[in-house]
């Protein structure tokens, strides 16, 4: 079992979404994993863009589009079912991202289960259009997960900067810790020397609340860009899941994409959830 033992997302409704590409295998496995160990309520859909401009070429092409996607989605249905786990599964229509958000929306899913492009190219720096722009835009939480990783979580490194999306995040990470049994590497990177001050505050606010819970914790005040060092110390420290927090405003489309956020979900070789919270822009 890839994912934890103890479920760290009780009676939550988890949504996949899936292109049927290799990038999306982990986003399945994790969300079928977290599913049964949480008997939580399983939806997976898949989006197609299509014109429908009458023509039969066209319709044709679309009919191929939708017989290959409802294939693919009986394939993941499968593989649930393996596992034990009842799952829905449907096809929606025209923007990708927007049917994503509209949908969770719609049927009240606490968190989204999303893949992430590959590790070349841009992807070393972008994660990809649409789960950018679903992880800036939906209601709910959103997990970013890499095709080969594993959600223990065993080790996690909660990523503040005393912001009020940030104390969200803090509190998600501390709850999935306490439920799990995790130990927690509590993060503030400092862009200077003389910020280091309240980085360590933020840090000390973390390693507080993990006391009382009685989490094995410890803190981190790095100097430099929190973009390179989060995934960096998570490589380093062997941590299986990353907690961040990205501001519930309006706009945070245009705040969000090439924000730190996006390049550490993209440069993480482990999972990355995105709590939303607070109203500053996300700085961390």
Excluded: W
Aim: net charge neutral.
């Amino acid at each position: 079992m890839s994912s934890a033992r103890m479920c760290p997302i009780t009676n939550e409704r988890i949504l996949v979404a899936t292109d049927g590409s290799n990038y999306s295998e982990g986003a399945v496995r994790e969300a079928i994993s977290f599913s049964k160990i949480c008997s939580s309520n399983l939806t997976v859909m898949t989006v197609l863009e299509v014109i429908a401009d009458g023509e039969t070429a066209t319709q044709l092409v679309e009919e191929e589009m939708e017989a290959e996607a409802r294939r693919r989605l009986d394939a993941v249905k499968e593989q649930a079912r393996q596992e034990g786990v009842e799952c829905e599964t449907f096809i929606a229509f025209g923007d990708p991202h927007q049917s994503i958000i509209d949908e969770a929306a719609k049927r009240k899913i606490d968190i989204i289960f999303m893949g992430r492009r590959g590790r070349t190219g841009l992807g070393k720096l972008l994660m990809g259009e649409v789960a950018t722009k679903v992880v800036g835009n939906a209601d709910c939480k959103v997990i970013v997960v890499p095709s080969a990783a594993a959600i223990g979580p065993k080790n996690i490194l909660i990523a503040t900067d005393g912001s009020g999306h940030s104390l969200a995040a803090v509190e998600e990470g501390i709850k999935i810790a306490a439920k799990c049994g995790s130990s927690v590497i509590a993060f503030s990177s400092a862009r200077s020397q003389d910020k280091l001050g309240a980085a360590k505050a933020n840090v000390d606010k973390v390693l507080e609340m993990a006391k009382g819970m009685n989490i094995s914790a410890e803190g981190l005040t790095p100097i430099g860009r929190s973009k390179d060092l989060i995934p960096e110390t998570a490589a380093g420290r062997g941590v299986d899941l990353i907690v961040m927090g990205v501001p519930v405003i309006s706009g945070v489309k245009k705040l969000f994409s090439g924000s730190a956020t996006e390049q550490v979900i993209g440069k993480a070789g482990c999972a990355v959830l995105i709590v939303k919270g607070g109203e500053a822009p996300a700085t961390v």
